[in-house]
T-cell receptor, first 112, second 111 residues
Framework: DADVTQTPRNRITKTGKRIMLECSQTKGHDRMYWYRQDPGLGLRLIYY???????NKGEISDGYSVSRQAQAKFSLSLESAIPNQTALYFC???????????FGSGTRLTIV | QKEVEQNSGPLSVPEGAIASLNCTYS??????FFWYRQYSGKSPELIMF????GDKEDGRFTAQLNKASQYVSLLIRDSQPSDSATYLCAVRGNSGYALNFGKGTSLLVTP
């Protein structure tokens, strides 16, 4: 099984719908992150969490919310999806500030 | 916004040559530096990290860091077609809370 699992892998949904992307990890890492990747714009940070009671906004948090249900689970929600939220979404985990990330396989989200 | 800049490429090198990938960053207080490889449609994979000025070697890969010039590079020796991918430079700034990624350099190794 993958260390960092994202579901769904692909999703097509309509404008205005609420959608949740889920991330779970078996790495035992406290730090979890959500990024989106767009062609020409690279990876941009949406939200991050350093433990269950810690939630922080990244550079592009508008239109998104998150929930850290447990150390191993970090979900990203789009409350009312819009087409410019079409992107590849990655969850990542880290052991700490001196360590790199382990990424999930990504969720390709299309808003029509 | 702390910037991490990379040439988007594509950088094309023949098989067996050395590929040199470069990255500059704006946050002078940055502490740690990472190189990720990303194949098309896949997730980024960590290949190197470096914290101190100088060179760090791991197999065919060498990371080079010059904090005074705010410059980090990745050399790939004996490049193989399987090295063809996008290489992402990532920097953790002085605040330490998350990585800031460059937009990536596309590398094409031709047989």
């Amino acid at each position: 099984d993958a260390d960092v699992t994202q579901t769904p892998r692909n999703r097509i949904t309509k404008t205005g719908k609420r959608i949740m992307l889920e991330c779970s990890q078996t790495k035992g890492h406290d730090r979890m992150y959500w990024y989106r990747q767009d062609p020409g714009l690279g990876l941009r940070l949406i939200y991050y969490s350093f433990d269950v009671k810690d939630i922080n906004k990244g550079e592009i948090s508008d239109g998104y919310s998150v929930s850290r249900q447990a150390q191993a689970k970090f979900s990203l929600s789009l409350e009312s999806a819009i087409p410019n939220q079409t992107a590849l979404y990655f969850c990542a985990t880290s052991r700490g500030s001196d360590y790199g990330y382990t990424f999930g396989s990504g969720t390709r989200l299309t808003i029509v | 916004q702390k910037e991490v800049e990379q040439n988007s490429g594509p950088l094309s090198v023949p098989e067996g040559a050395i590929a040199s990938l470069n990255c500059t960053y704006s946050d002078r207080g940055s502490q740690s530096f990472f190189w990720y490889r990303q194949y098309s449609g896949k997730s980024p994979e960590l290949i190197m990290f470096i914290y101190s000025n100088g060179d760090k070697e791991d197999g065919r890969f060498t990371a080079q860091l010059n904090k005074a010039s705010q410059y980090v590079s990745l050399l790939i020796r004996d490049s193989q077609p399987s090295d063809s991918a996008t290489y992402l430079c990532a920097v953790r700034g002085n605040s330490g809370y998350a990585l800031n990624f460059g937009k990536g350099t596309s590398l094409l190794v031709t047989p």
